[in-house]
């Protein structure tokens, strides 16, 4: 990859820096990085947990649509950041195995086994079911700065937390049982408590610190990661890849969402974050190593490359130059090493990835 190929040579200072091109489909692309980055900086994107759940924020009307469904005092509390009385809550007590989701939404917000007893009158956890779940607002109403504990994606008051908890964490989240929904283990939790039933592709366009970096920022995609892929060898190392000689190309791995982002959407966002005429290389980076190609995990996507590569072929977008990305069956993947995931997030820089259009 060049950045990496400049240090290698010491040689020629070569860098094509990567100018943001929108695909001119329904959804816009993102300014920002993956995770709570987007929803720190503010920027209106659905955000995915580690753990896999949709974060927020939710509209103002689905909220206000789930808010029907409330109690006149889980109102006041979720929705006018009110307080129950100490020791009136029904959960203060409760000692059951299970998980504690927002009220309203459904996001699960405490496992059981992080709840202690704090004589406080309210449910206390030490820690959150996923530390991305919870977010804390500084709150100043009460005269003393205490921080807030409200849902990361409905946006909902649950509580506060303060730094008298017990070990590991010596935290005490003190929530409001109206705050919450309390699921038994074994019961069935609704879909809106379940993780998103995600989907796996693979690209391979040259430089994966690239590749890895755009597929980051499209809306639905919950996670991408660096490997390899379409090779002879087990467990390849960075070294033995970048040589050639193994067969795998740089290969990126994208966890979406299906219910957000459609496979061929993201074919097409495939084809704007390399040059696809390429063949064997992707600017200054040469070799089968960096080849443009597509990993079908199952025989839809294998059809829907396939479809996707004759219409771009027969298209004039690419001034009649041969298109030569790659189309097979997805085989064993194996995640680089652990320096090369999210690069450009960490170190920033660009990699040499051309747009063929
Ligand atoms: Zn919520």
Redesign the pocket.
């Known amino acids: 990859m060049g950045y990496k190929l400049l240090i290698a040579t010491g040689g020629l200072v070569l860098f094509v820096l990567y100018v943001s091109q929108s695909y001119s489909g329904s959804e816009q692309h993102p300014k920002s990085t993956n995770g709570s980055s987007r929803q720190d900086a503010g920027i209106d994107v659905l955000t995915y947990s580690e753990s896999g759940y949709r974060l927020?924020p939710?509209s103002q009307e689905r909220v206000r649509e789930?808010a029907k469904g409330l109690s006149s005092e889980e109102r006041h509390v979720?929705l006018e950041e009110g307080t129950e009385r100490a020791f009136t809550g029904s959960l203060v007590e409760n000692k059951a195995k299970g998980v504690y989701?927002?009220?309203?939404?459904?996001?699960p917000?405490y496992d059981a086994g992080a709840k202690f007893k704090s004589g406080t009158g309210w449910p206390s956890f030490f820690q959150p079911f996923d530390s991305a779940h919870v977010r804390e607002v500084l709150d100043k109403k009460s005269g003393t700065a205490r921080t807030e504990i409200?849902?990361?994606?409905?946006?909902?008051h649950?509580g506060h937390v303060f730094e008298d908890g017990p070990r590991p964490t010596g935290l005490r989240y003190c929530m409001n049982s109206a705050s919450l929904k309390f699921y038994a283990k074994g019961s069935e939790l609704p879909a809106e408590s379940r993780p998103v039933e995600a989907a796996t592709a693979y690209f391979a366009g040259g430089c994966f610190w690239g590749i890895e970096d755009r597929f980051q920022q499209v809306p639905g995609v919950i996670d991408a990661v660096s490997g390899y892929q379409g090779g002879q060898v087990a467990n390849p190392g960075y070294k033995e890849v970048s040589k050639g000689g193994t067969g795998h190309a740089e290969t990126v791995r994208v966890a979406f969402d299906p219910g957000r982002v459609s496979y061929p959407t993201l074919l097409k966002w495939f084809f704007k974050f390399h040059d696809p005429t390429q063949k064997n290389r992707q600017g200054p980076d040469i070799g089968e190593q960096y080849r443009s190609a597509i990993f079908a995990a199952d025989d839809k996507q294998l059809d829907a490359a396939k479809t996707f590569i004759q219409e771009q072929a027969s298209s004039t977008k690419f001034g009649g130059r041969t298109i030569a990305t790659l189309v097979e069956r997805a085989g064993q993947f194996f995640e680089a090493e652990e320096y090369h995931q999210d690069y450009h997030a960490k170190h920033g820089g660009s990699c040499s990835i051309d747009s063929g259009e």
């Open positions: 927020g939710l789930l979720l989701t927002c009220r309203l939404c459904g996001l917000l409200e849902c990361a994606r409905c946006r909902s649950l």
